[in-house]
Structures are given as C-alpha cells and as structure tokens.
C-alpha cells in the first residue's frame, strides 16, 4: 500500500463555544397561564428600572459571544410580539428584554465535529511560494443531532506541511431570502412528486420561466373554479407552494471570515440537518464556481440539494431532482464531461453509480460504477467526495462499510472521456481506522468528504468517530502505482 502520513498535531475538535442565539418559543400545547402569551405579559408587568438593569446584565454577560446580539434580541422580541398578537410599544431595554427570555444559545457543533471536504480558497494572498490556501467545509453536529456547515481555513506547503489557521468567533448565521425556482424545474420536482395532475400542468403552462412565491398566489387565483375544487386542488396547491419556496440564498457580511459563517436548515426540507457537503472547484470554459452537494434530512428522509456560490459569501440553495438524487452522498464532478453534468451518486443506497444531467439540477442515472465485494466493504460502498482530475484519469476516494460497522477510505480511477469505465482500483483500503482512532461519537469511522491534490501530494482532510477532524496524506505517484487494472 501506498505511504500514508498522518498528522495528529494538525487537527480539529468539537468547539462547544461556537454558539448562535436561535430563537427559543415554548411548546404550542402549554396551557395558557405557562404559554407565550403569559411569558409575554409577565416581561410587560416588570418595572421599567428591573427591565434596564435585566437587559444590560444580559448584554454585559452574553454580548462578545455573538454578534450585535442586541439587534439579535430585538428581532426576536419582535418576532414574538407578533405570535402573541402585538404587545404596546416597547422600550429598547424591555424588547432586549423580551427578546433574550425567548432565545436560546446553540452550540452548532456541541455534539460532535466530522466529514470534511476541502477546495482551493478563492483567496491566495500573502503566501509563501508553492503554498496553497484552502477551504474547508465542516459538519457540525448539535443538540438532537442537527447538522450545520461550518467551515475553516488551512496551508498547505511549502513542503508536506498542512496547517489549520484559528478558527474565529462569534458564529455569523447569515441572512436567508427565498431564491427563484427555475420553471422547468418545478417541473421535474413535481415528476419527483407524482404531483403532476391537471392544476400543476396549467399553473405551470402561466409561471414566468423563473418563478417566486409570489408568482405562484397570483397564477392559482386565476384558476377556473373546475380545477380549484377538485379534490386533489388543495393538496397540488400545497405541494407547489412547498417546492417553489424551496430554494433559498444566504448571505453573510464581507467582514465576516469564512470560519465564522455557518449554513442553518432553511427549509423544511433540511430541517433536522444538513449533512456531509461535498465541496467541489467547478470549472466550466472558465466559468470558475464553487458548488457542493449535501444530505437534506428532515427526520423521516433523505435527500440531495446543491449549494452554489462564486465566492464563500452568498450561497444559494436548491432542492434536486431525478431519479438519482433520492438519496445520499452525491458528489459533483468538477467540470462537464461531453457536454453534461456529472455525479457520483448512491440512490440505492448500496452501490455507486455515475449520473448525468444537462442542468446540474435534475439527475440521471448513466451506469454502475463500483458495488460491494470485498470484506471491507460488504455493507456498502460509496464515494468521499468529488473525483480529482489527474492525467491517468479521474481520481475517486470512495468509503465502503465493513463488519462491525467500520468505515474505511479506497480508491478508483475512472477514465477521463467516458468515465463509466474503472481503470484501476486499490485492491485493499488506505486509510482504516488506527486504534488511537476507533473512539468517538460513531465509533470505527473514519470518512472523509473531499481530498485535494497540491505539489503531487494527495491531502485527505477527514473525520475521526465523527468527534474530530485530522489530515492524512498520501504521494499521488504511489498511490497511482498502487491501483491494480480492472478486468
């Protein structure tokens, strides 16, 4: 096998003290003398002095652990008057006030800190030679395990050096705003749906060829009255209502730096988290993007969505479509290949498949790729992230599952024109998990979202028991003459 170092001083462990103040409401089912409205009446009875003293002991105590949290405080006050039927005109101390009994700290990545995957940073200044700074996308995971992306920055080189910058507080959660949905589209989502009766196909024939919410009230009030009763209407009204407002941007300040800014679930689509995103450098006839897959869960299922962006600050966020994108771990291949979008993708859940698109949003399936063989792999195989361009061809990390339930890190190399064809693969994984290595929230795992090649050395950030996240890296030369021809 090829030589694999690790570098232990080089790693990154679940920080509890990155923490957002996220709205906190009480349970809708308390009875009234405990619901909001009580709460609400019980801030609005304090004498205006306790109220002034309250609120800047709450500002003295928690301000430096986020960001304005007085104007985070107000919103949510607000948020609250609203729910509870308005509330007379407020003080600043007394919505500070308001707003703080109805927030709640949340620690992103409490529970655990896992499954990254790394891209160039589009930023390179301020570098020694043959040094490569990069991006690298991180799962946090908090309370009732809900997923977050987080992020942090690395050097890589001069030399086989790999180095982790600090990672910066406060969290910045950005600000989310619905996105257009591209009408074609909402169509595929409703194939995806079944949801493609009479009503959608007329609302559909009237929708701009980008459509908002908006859009969408004004096209179903022009109905006729025949396709408004029937009696699937209402549940085809709800069901475009959800997909078009599916799609969403975020967008965080300039002065924020990149490891502060964490992705929330936005819809309810990701509302329990949103899992393992594959970060990938998306280079097109010069046209240079970053774009990443992730797993949507919003407790019952699963799903991929893809996240867009040309810079790390705005990303945007969209539901994906087709018959290989019902599952987990798509990961984008980091340019077209013959004219079409390409992904590495495991809709059945076991086996790894090659899927095609013409849009980059709605998923194909082309051919089989790798299925479970070997003894470390039986349960299922899958890939780590997007392929990696080489001149022997296209460079896949793929995980299998094993006995007892360990996760393992191989390869396969795919031909560059027509990658359906395995060239060569690892006849046994690289990276196991070493005995310093079984612990952890998931015990026995080792996994790793995306890799990087840099100075003809392959970089492989990856996660340990989901709890902390390590680099390996393995010569890109040996790994090649590693990999056995594939009959």
Aim: proline share 8%; glycine share 8%; charged share 25%.
């Amino acid at each position: 096998m090829p030589a694999v170092t690790r570098h232990p001083g080089q790693t990154l462990r679940a920080d509890p003290a990155r923490v957002i103040a996220r709205l906190f409401l009480p349970a809708v089912d308390l009875p009234p003398h405990v619901g909001m409205q009580a709460v609400v009446e019980n801030v609005l009875d304090l004498d205006e002095a306790e109220v002034e003293t309250a609120a800047a002991a709450i500002v003295d105590d928690f301000d430096a652990r986020h960001t304005d949290l007085p104007a985070i405080l107000r919103e949510h006050a607000s948020t609250v008057a609203s729910r509870a039927g308005g509330t007379p005109p407020l003080s600043p101390a007394r919505q500070v006030l308001l707003g703080a009994v109805f927030t709640a700290e949340h620690a992103v990545e409490g529970a655990a800190l896992c499954n990254p995957s790394v891209v160039a940073h589009p930023d390179q200044d301020d570098l020694a030679p043959c040094a490569l700074r990069v991006a690298v996308s991180l799962r946090g995971i908090s309370e009732g395990h809900v997923s977050a992306i987080e992020f942090a920055t690395a050097v890589v080189g001069p030399g086989p050096s790999w180095t982790f910058e600090p990672r910066e507080h406060p969290l910045v959660p950005g600000h989310s705003a619905p996105d257009p949905v591209p009408r074609s589209h909402l169509r595929s989502m409703l194939e995806d749906a079944d949801g493609l009766d009479l009503l959608a196909r007329a609302v559909l024939e009237q929708l701009p060829e980008r459509c908002t919410s908006q859009d969408l009230e004004t096209v179903l009030e022009r109905q006729p009255t025949d396709l408004l009763i029937h009696p699937d209407a209402a549940a085809t009204a709800q069901l475009l209502r959800r997909l078009v407002s599916s799609s969403y941007s975020v967008g965080f300040p300039a002065g924020a730096g990149l490891s502060r800014r964490v992705l929330l679930p936005s819809d309810p689509q990701e509302v329990q988290g949103m899992e393992d995103a594959r970060f990938v450098r998306f280079d097109d006839d010069g046209t240079v993007e970053y774009r990443a897959t992730y797993t949507a869960y919003d407790g019952r299922g699963v799903a991929s969505r893809l996240l867009t962006t040309t810079d790390l600050t705005t990303f945007r966020s969209a539901r994906l479509a087709g018959p290989e994108a019902r599952n987990k771990g798509m990961a984008l291949f980091p340019r077209t290949v013959g004219g079409r979008h390409l992904a590495l993708s495991r809709s059945d859940g076991a086996r790894t498949s090659l899927a095609t698109s013409d849009d980059g949003l709605t998923w194909d399936r082309s051919a089989l790729v790798e299925e479970p063989r070997s003894v470390w792999q039986l349960m299922r195989v899958g890939n780590s992230g997007s392929p990696l361009e080489t001149p022997e061809g296209w460079l896949v990390l793929t995980h299998g599952v094993g006995p007892m339930r360990r996760y393992a890190v191989s390869a396969l190399l795919l031909d560059l024109d027509d990658p359906t064809r395995v060239l060569r693969k690892l006849e046994r994984p690289f990276l196991v998990p070493e005995e310093d290595e079984r612990e952890g929230y998931v015990p026995n795992v080792v996994f790793t979202c995306g890799a990087i090649i840099h100075d003809a050395t392959l970089w492989v950030p990856y996660g340990i028991g989901d709890a902390r996240v390590s680099v390996a890296s393995v010569p890109l030369g040996e790994l090649l003459e590693e990999m056995r021809p594939v009959a």
